[in-house]
């Protein structure tokens, strides 16, 4: 990811971020594509 950070805004991506309890939430948002991509933050 440090090799392509200047060619993609790797940090837009990020859909929304859930905390590590909100890590079923975040697999339900995903398959009902709800959010494209989900960041789990410990």
Known sequence: MARYGRIFPWAD???REY???EAQAALEDVA???VVKAL???
Do not use: F, H, K, M
């Open 19 to 21: 905390g590590l309890d």
């Open 32 to 34: 009902a594509q709800r």
């Open 40 to 42: 789990i933050v410990p």
């Open 13 to 15: 991506l990020i859909t």
